[in-house]
C-alpha cells in the first residue's frame, strides 16, 4: 500500500499534541516537581528527596489517615466493585435480550451520575438530621432514638463513601465485560459439555473467564480509574476539605489540601506521584492476572 | 452430546431457570434504581412535602416549583442560568465535535498506517488508559496559567480533547475492519484523507457514537476547569453552578432546587446513553486489551 510519508504523522498530530500537553507534560511536571519547594512564590529551589522523606516520615495526617483510607477505599471499591461488576454482567448475559437490555441501563446509570448529582443525592439521603432518609427511617423502625450526623461522622463518613463508590462503579467496565461475556464462543460451550462441564460455575471459571481475558483487563483498568477519580468523594459528601476527623480524606484529597489550599505544590506533586505509582501498581496486577501467558 | 441443552449466554427466550438469577440480581438492582428514583421524585416536590415527617420517599403533589426557584436562584446570583447553560453547551459541543474529529483520526493512523514509532505509539496510549487527571491537576493549572488560557474557553475545552480510553475504543474498532476496503480505495487512486472520510468514518459509527458519550460525560460534568482555571464567574459552567446549591442544601428548601439541578445534569446523560446504547455494547465487543 502507497502512503505518503507524512500522512501518518498528519493524522496523528491533533490528537498527540493535545495528549502531550494535557497527559504527558503534566506528569513529567508533576515528577520535576516533585523534587522541589515549589511554592507559587518563592523561586523553587532543588531539594531532590526530601518532599517524599517528609511524606512518609513527617506528615503524621498521611500515614496515620491518608494512606490507609486510601488503601481501604480502593481494595474495597476497586477489587470488589470489579468482581461485582463481572458477576452482574454474567448474570444478566443469561437473560433475554430485552430485561438485560432494562437492567443494564440500570445498573450502568448510577456511574452517569458522578459529580454534582451524585453529591446532592448522598447528601440528602445521609443529612445528619431527623428530616435525613436513612435517619428517619432508623429512628421510626427503633434502632436508633437520636439522628447520627453520618456525614460528619470519622466513624461512618468511610463506609459511606465505600457504598456510594461501589454503587456508581458499575461503567465503562461492566459494558466491556457484558459484551465480552455475550460474544462468547458457542462451540467452545458445547465442547466444554462434552467435556464434562457440568454446572453454570464450572462453565464460568474454565470458558467464559479465560476466553474474555482481554475485556477482563480492560475491565480491571476501567475499575482502578474509576476508583481513584472518584477520590474527592470524602470532601463532596462531607462538604469540607479535610474531612471530619479526616475520616475521609483520601490522596486526592490531600493533593488538593497541600497544592490548592497550602500552595506548597512541590510536596503536592511529590503526593501525585505516588498516586501515580499506586495507580500503576493496581494496573500491573491486573495485567499480571489477565494477560494471556502462553505468548511469551 | 446428548446433555448439552445449548448455551445459556444470551438465550432467545425465557426459561424457568432464569427465575433464580432475577432473584439473585432484584436486590442489587433495586439498590442501583433506589437513588435515582428517589433524586426524580425530590426534584418534584412541593415545600411542605420537602418538610414533612417522616419524610415521604415518593412524591405525592407533584410541582415545577423547584425548577422555577432555580430559574429565580441563578437571577439574584447575578449570573443569568440561561449564560450558565449556554457555557456548558457550547463546552461540551466543541469537546464532543473537536475531540471525535481529532481521536478518529489518530485512530485511523495507528490501526491501518504503516510508520515508525506506530506500536510505541499503541503503547503509549494503552498505557494513559489508567492515566487518572485529578492526579495531575497542579501541573495542568501551571500550564494553563503558563499559556494564557486562564478565563477563556480554552480552558475548558482544551484539557478534554485528547481522551485515551475513547482513542483506544475507536481504534480497535478500526482493527476489525478489512485491509482489503482501503487497499481497493487506494489502488483507485483515493488519497489516504479521501479514505478516512469515505470508507473509515461511515464504517465506525458504533465507535464514534461510543466516542461521543464518552466525551460528553466528561465535558458536561467537568469541574476542574471553573474551579481552578477561570475565575469570572460568567465564564463558568452549569456544572458548577449545580455544585453551589449543593453546598447550600443544609436547608432543607435548598434540597428541592439541588435536587432539580442534579436531575438536569443527569438526565441528558441517559437519554443520550439509551439512544446510543446499541452502538456502545457493539464497541465494547473489541475494548480487550490483548
Given at each position: 500500500m502507497k502512503t505518503s510519508k507524512s500522512a501518518p504523522f498528519l493524522f496523528l498530530l491533533p490528537y498527540f499534541a493535545m495528549f502531550l500537553v494535557f497527559i504527558i507534560v503534566p506528569i513529567i511536571v508533576?515528577?520535576?516537581?516533585?523534587?522541589?519547594?515549589?511554592?507559587?512564590?518563592?523561586?523553587?529551589?532543588?531539594?531532590?528527596?526530601?518532599?517524599?522523606?517528609?511524606?512518609?516520615?513527617?506528615?503524621?495526617?498521611?500515614?496515620r489517615f491518608v494512606l490507609p483510607n486510601t488503601v481501604t477505599y480502593a481494595l474495597i471499591v476497586g477489587p470488589g466493585g470489579y468482581v461485582l461488576a463481572f458477576l452482574l454482567a454474567w448474570a444478566i448475559a443469561q437473560l433475554t435480550k430485552i430485561p438485560r437490555t432494562i437492567v443494564a441501563l440500570i445498573l450502568y446509570s448510577p456511574s452517569l451520575t458522578a459529580g454534582t448529582a451524585l453529591q446532592v443525592l448522598w447528601r440528602i439521603i445521609f443529612s445528619g438530621d431527623r428530616t435525613g432518609y436513612v435517619n428517619a427511617y432508623l429512628i421510626e423502625w427503633g434502632i436508633i432514638t437520636e439522628p447520627i450526623t453520618f456525614l460528619a461522622s470519622s466513624t461512618y463518613l468511610l463506609p459511606i463513601m465505600i457504598i456510594v463508590g461501589l454503587w456508581s462503579s458499575m461503567g465503562v467496565g461492566f459494558l466491556a465485560m457484558l459484551a465480552g461475556i455475550m460474544n462468547g464462543n458457542d462451540e467452545l460451550y458445547e465442547a466444554?459439555?462434552?467435556?464434562?462441564?457440568?454446572?453454570?460455575?464450572q462453565e464460568l471459571i474454565y470458558i467464559t473467564v479465560p476466553t474474555m481475558k482481554p475485556q477482563m483487563l480492560f475491565g480491571a483498568v476501567m475499575a482502578v480509574v474509576n476508583t481513584f477519580n472518584n477520590g474527592a468523594i470524602g470532601v463532596q459528601l462531607s462538604g469540607s476539605n479535610p474531612t471530619p476527623g479526616y475520616a475521609g480524606q483520601l490522596i486526592v484529597n490531600h493533593i488538593d489540601d497541600y497544592g490548592f489550599i497550602r500552595y506548597e505544590m512541590g510536596y503536592a506533586a511529590a503526593v501525585s506521584v505516588v498516586l501515580l505509582l499506586i495507580i500503576w501498581l493496581f494496573s500491573k496486577v491486573a495485567n499480571v492476572l489477565f494477560t494471556e501467558k502462553d505468548e511469551f | 452430546m446428548a446433555g448439552y441443552k445449548g448455551n445459556r449466554i444470551g438465550p432467545k427466550k425465557f426459561e424457568r431457570g432464569q427465575i433464580k438469577i432475577y432473584i439473585i440480581i432484584a436486590p442489587l438492582v433495586i439498590f442501583m434504581l433506589f437513588p435515582i428514583i428517589f433524586i426524580i421524585n425530590h426534584a418534584f416536590k412541593p415545600m411542605d412535602e420537602l418538610f414533612a415527617f417522616p419524610p415521604r420517599f415518593f412524591v405525592n403533589n407533584p410541582t415545577l416549583d423547584n425548577f422555577k426557584s432555580l430559574l429565580k436562584s441563578a437571577r439574584s446570583a447575578g449570573v443569568p442560568l440561561s449564560k450558565y447553560v449556554f457555557n456548558s453547551i457550547f463546552v461540551t459541543f466543541v469537546v464532543v465535535f473537536v475531540g471525535i474529529i481529532i481521536s478518529t483520526m489518530a485512530g485511523y493512523a495507528l490501526s491501518k498506517l504503516k510508520f515508525r514509532l506506530k506500536n510505541t505509539m499503541n503503547s503509549l496510549n494503552q498505557a494513559a488508559l489508567m492515566f487518572v487527571p485529578t492526579a495531575v491537576m497542579i501541573p495542568r493549572y501551571l500550564i494553563i496559567s503558563g499559556v494564557k488560557i486562564t478565563n477563556t474557553y480554552w480552558a475548558h475545552i482544551l484539557p478534554l480533547l485528547a481522551i485515551p480510553t475513547s482513542l483506544f475504543l475507536i481504534k480497535q474498532f478500526i482493527d476489525g475492519l478489512p485491509d482489503s476496503l482501503i487497499e481497493a480505495a487506494v489502488v483507485d487512486g483515493a488519497t489516504q484523507w479521501t479514505v478516512y472520510r469515505r470508507i473509515i468514518l461511515p464504517l465506525i459509527k458504533p465507535a464514534i457514537a461510543t466516542g461521543i458519550i464518552l466525551s460528553f460525560q466528561q465535558a458536561w460534568a467537568y469541574l476542574d476547569s471553573s474551579n481552578l482555571y477561570v475565575n469570572t464567574d460568567s465564564m463558568k459552567t452549569l456544572a458548577f453552578y449545580m455544585t453551589t446549591l449543593a453546598n447550600l442544601n443544609n436547608l432543607v428548601a435548598g434540597q428541592g432546587v439541588a435536587a432539580a439541578g442534579s436531575l438536569i445534569m443527569f438526565i441528558p446523560n441517559l437519554v443520550l446513553f439509551i439512544i446510543v446504547q446499541k452502538d456502545v455494547m457493539n464497541t465494547m465487543a473489541h475494548s480487550g486489551i490483548k
Open positions: 508533576a515528577v520535576g516537581l516533585s523534587f522541589t519547594n515549589f511554592d507559587t512564590i518563592n523561586t523553587p529551589g532543588l531539594i531532590w528527596f526530601n518532599n517524599y522523606i517528609n511524606l512518609f516520615t513527617r506528615d503524621s495526617i498521611f500515614m466444554g459439555a462434552i467435556d464434562g462441564i457440568k454446572n453454570r460455575a | -
